[in-house]
């Protein structure tokens, strides 16, 4: 590998940091729709995926979201995983665009998509609990 290759593999990733961030903020704004009264998110990032955890309030409480006849509308631990089709257009469209119909793409994919485009998350307490999060607001 030349250096001239790694210069221009250097100069990409550096071109790729700011895109990856406001795919980070078009997940979290996302998610700052569907939980009003939530403040952090959990983010897990190992073995090439990065995948929504929990979601916490201000206090340090996990957040269950909105409820409707005793079930959750937008269950926090299966929410990364629906389709951007499946999730109200009131909150994707937004952020997203006309990406908010894709039936393929999810928030964990976007998510791990900015990872490992360069976006960073904040490790630290969220609570008691210490961790890495992306803050909603």
């Known amino acids: 590998m030349s250096t ?35 403040t952090y998110v959990t983010v897990h990032a190992h073995q090439g995926q990065a995948y929504i955890g929990d979601v916490y309030t201000a206090d340090g409480r996990r957040h269950g979201g909105p409820h409707r006849s005793g079930r959750a509308l937008y269950p926090t631990h299966r ?3 629906w389709p951007l089709a499946r999730l109200p257009k009131r909150a994707a469209r937004p952020h997203v665009g006309p990406h908010a119909n894709d039936a393929k793409r999810t928030l964990d994919m976007l998510l791990t998509d900015a990872w490992r485009c360069g976006a960073r998350f904040t490790r630290g307490y969220v609570g008691r609990h210490y961790t890495t999060h992306v803050k909603l607001r």
């Open 79 to 81: 929410i990364g995983g």
């Open 4 to 38: 001239d290759a790694v210069s221009t593999l250097d100069a990409a990733r550096a071109a790729l940091i700011p895109v990856a961030q406001q795919l980070t903020d078009a997940v979290t704004g996302i998610l700052a729709a569907l939980y009003p009264e939530a």
